[in-house]
């Protein structure tokens, strides 16, 4: 009979159980890996023989078959190695387990014995939680990520033979007694609105965007605050739920950078890639299908500065996981799916130049709009708000004012959001104005009657889409979550009418 020994697999950010079925047959001594094993899989063939060998124990002179069940799925990573390890030990009877509990065992081992690191220990150990496996052994490395998973006994472990004295009963587990990495994390950012200044009426718009989680476009000369405002807002965004909470820390394990975090991440993620970074690295891929920085940015900010600068194709890659709220990349080897619900922040100049309107400017018409072509109509259809940036007079700059301060403002955010949270605690998936479907909007987006009329004369002018025809109105019920109104008045209409100052006239775009 062949020895198992519980494991698990990643397919997104999700895991499921894997049975290692370990048996030796006669035949020529090697290891066979059988159960669509990539090559890192492959490869503990070499690392466990070592490691065995290392730890004074005898590597069976016999063909050894090992099966990953189950089979039809595919499987990637190096953390099979320690439960390959553990089962041909039990095959083999080196270790008698005088345990009679249910282990999950997950680990890299080194040509040494030791055990390394692994990605995406939180998915697998909910998954062992929810499989019933409520034992999980890990490499000590990645102890302090286990303990975030509760209702499971997690034991971490430096060695090869540290894992099998404590299976055959050898030696008694002792448990840490404090986790210095075990705290939620919690980031200071140094940043504060209070030092941006002459900008009042867009941070009202900033506000708006943070509450609702609108998308975002700044547009406007070089050195008039995009960029510094930009920074400033994950200083005001609310507090994750701990649903969402699990969901980023899931995806930053299965990522493999959660170890820079050390902890369950409190803040919203925000990232600020490059213009140079290619599709995969925004969307995600690689041979293995790995997220990318829509998803790293889930629940949080994407920031992309100087927008025009990336590809088109990137940007263009940009439009499903918008509406979607998820990507799914396809290799040859894995179909992977992931969340990609990301407030988009995005920073332009107005042409090449950046000085449009400027007696500094000498672009001509046609390259003006050749420059601003580079952001495609249903990208430019997507940004809820579109505000221009007008620099700031040496009179702002030169008083000692400070603005509004980022606790305040982020204390207004959290009441709509709360507001936002009462509404959609029932239906799964929505946190925020930003995500409703048509049919929430008609559910929560009730206009006054004088708001009707002045939307009904704004779309008849402008020609409005769909598209933004919904996304008005959802501005406009988060500009009423912030006065704590339950219907959309005309003055949130007109509001939320102003959230974009660049409308397309023919084919040019203009400043109103």
């Known amino acids: 009979m062949a020895s198992i020994v519980n494991s698990f697999a990643i397919s997104g950010v999700e895991a499921y159980l894997v049975d290692v079925e370990v048996k030796t047959i006669c035949g020529q001594p090697m290891i066979s890996i059988v159960g669509l094993g990539d090559t890192a ?143 939620p994390v919690a980031e200071h950012y140094g940043l504060d609105f209070k030092d941006v200044q002459g900008q009042d009426g867009l941070i009202e718009y900033i506000v708006v ?77 690689g041979n293995d299908a790995t997220p990318g920085e829509i998803s790293l940015a889930h629940n949080g900010v994407l920031f992309l500065d100087e927008i025009a600068e990336f590809s088109k194709k990137t940007l263009e890659s940009l439009r499903q996981p918008m509406e979607d709220l998820k990507v799914t990349i396809s290799r040859v080897k894995y179909t992977n799916t992931y969340p990609a619900s990301f407030m988009l922040v995005a920073a332009m100049n107005p042409c090449s130049c950046g000085y449009y309107g400027n007696d500094r400017c000498k672009c001509t018409d046609y390259e003006v709009l050749k420059y601003r072509q580079k952001i495609s109509g249903p990208i430019m259809d997507r940004m809820d708000i579109q505000k221009y940036v007008r620099p700031v007079n040496f009179m702002d700059l030169s008083n000692n004012f400070t603005g509004t301060s980022s606790q305040e403002l982020r204390e207004r955010v959290e009441f709509a959001r709360k507001i936002q949270q009462q509404r959609f605690e029932n239906i799964s998936g929505i946190n925020c104005n930003a995500q409703m479907g048509n049919i929430l909007i008609k559910e929560h987006c009730h206009l006054e009657d004088e708001g009707q009329k002045l939307l009904m004369l704004a779309y008849e002018r402008y020609n409005y889409s769909a598209r933004a025809y919904h996304k008005y109105l959802k501005v406009a019920r988060t500009f009423a979550d912030l006065d704590g109104s339950h219907k959309i008045r005309k003055k949130d209409v007109a509001l939320a009418l102003m959230a974009r100052d660049l409308e397309k006239d023919g084919s040019v775009m203009t400043v109103l």
């Open 209 to 285: 965007a943070a509450a609702g989680g609108h998308n975002l476009l700044m547009i406007g000369s070089p050195g008039c605050g995009k960029s510094m405002i930009a920074k400033r807002i994950p200083t005001i965004l609310p507090s994750m739920t701990e649903e969402e909470s699990l969901e980023v820390t899931k995806i930053y394990s299965v990522a493999g950078i959660l170890r820079e975090k050390a902890g369950l991440i409190l803040n919203r993620p925000y990232r600020a890639p490059h213009h140079n970074a290619s599709t995969n690295s925004l969307i995600g891929g």
């Open 41 to 183: 899989v492959k490869e503990a063939r070499e690392r466990v023989e070592a490691a065995i060998n290392d730890g004074k124990y005898v590597f069976p002179q016999k063909k050894v078959v090992i099966n990953l069940a189950p089979s039809n799925l595919k499987k990637s990573g190096s953390h099979f190695d320690l439960s390959i390890a553990i089962g041909l030990l039990m095959e083999t009877g080196q270790l008698l387990l005088n345990k009679t509990e249910r282990f999950g065992i997950i680990g890299e081992l080194s040509l040494n014995a030791r055990l390394r690191a692994c990605s995406g220990i939180l998915p697998m150990v909910i998954a062992a939680r929810e499989s019933g496996v409520n034992n999980i052994i890990v490499p000590r490395d990645n102890l302090a990520e286990a303990l975030l998973v509760k209702g499971v006994n997690v034991f971490g472990f430096d060695y090869l033979m540290d894992v099998v004295n404590f299976l055959a009963g050898k030696k008694e587990y002792v448990h840490e007694q404090t986790i210095a990495n075990h705290e």
